[in-house]
């Protein structure tokens, strides 16, 4: 079964800092990637998405993602965090055409920004 | 536009007890999806619904899950003799096909406290 894992339960920096969030699934064929989002109090928003292509995509907010197939992974980035960008982020994947639309997502990460 | 509406927001039922959580999709979405969050668990697929193609089950828990969804639009996904685990929020999602790479837009949830 596919599994998607995400290395950091929970993160803190200060502003400025820059951010990498560390993503790996587990699942040989043809996938798509996602970013999400949840800001405190609000829904889950996608943040960033890789369907084919260029494997560096880049997402709102100044975020961007790198797909490494051979290492199976898919990091979130942001050079310089703001306070705003606290919240938890998750990692899901679609097994391409396996599993139409369904997401399996990772356990999600924490990240707080200090002032 | 509006967005995916899920209704209650909150629920908080005995054990034992049927409870029923609403999802009103974006209008013109033919996919529909839920998930469960739970503490400690992440995000877990329950069950898609493409068109009038037979929903995918194949996350739903037990069979005192259910879900349907009438005439492409609201669904309504039904737990019967609510246990203590079934304690989560909540998560509708939809997209505008089903296909893998449609990105999915969530509500708010709905946050279930079984007692």
């Known amino acids: 079964a596919q599994s998607v894992s995400q290395h950091n339960h929970h993160v803190i920096l200060s502003e400025a800092a820059s951010l990498e969030l560390g993503c790996n699934y587990s699942?040989?064929?043809?996938?798509?990637l996602f970013w999400y989002v949840q800001y405190p109090g609000q829904h889950l928003q996608l943040l960033l998405k890789y369907f084919s292509g260029d494997p560096l995509v880049k997402g709102i907010k100044g975020f961007e993602a790198e797909f490494i197939k051979s290492k199976f992974s898919f990091n979130l980035r942001k050079p310089s965090v703001q306070w705003s960008d606290t919240a938890e982020y998750f990692c899901?994947?679609?097994?391409?055409?396996?599993?139409?639309?369904?997401?399996?997502f990772g356990a999600g990460t924490q990240v707080v920004v200090t002032p | 536009g509006a967005g995916v509406s899920q209704s209650p927001s909150n629920k908080v039922t005995e054990k034992g007890k049927d409870v029923e959580l609403r999802c009103d999709p974006i209008?013109?979405?033919?996919?529909l999806y839920w998930y469960r969050q739970s503490l400690g668990q992440g995000l877990e697929f329950l069950i898609y619904f493409q068109g009038n193609s037979a929903p995918d089950k194949s996350g739903l828990p037990s069979d005192r899950f259910s879900a349907e969804r009438t005439g492409g639009s609201v669904s309504t996904l039904t737990i019967q003799r609510t246990q203590q685990e079934d304690s989560a929020v909540y998560l509708c999602?939809?997209?505008?096909?089903?296909?893998?790479?449609?990105?999915?837009?969530f509500g708010d949830g709905t946050r279930l406290s079984i007692l």
């Open positions: 209008s013109g979405h033919t996919a």
């Open positions: 899901a994947v679609n097994a391409g055409t396996d599993s139409w639309g369904k997401l399996q």
């Open positions: 699942y040989g064929g043809t996938v798509n």
């Open positions: 999602a939809s997209s505008s096909g089903g296909y893998s790479n449609q990105p999915q837009h």
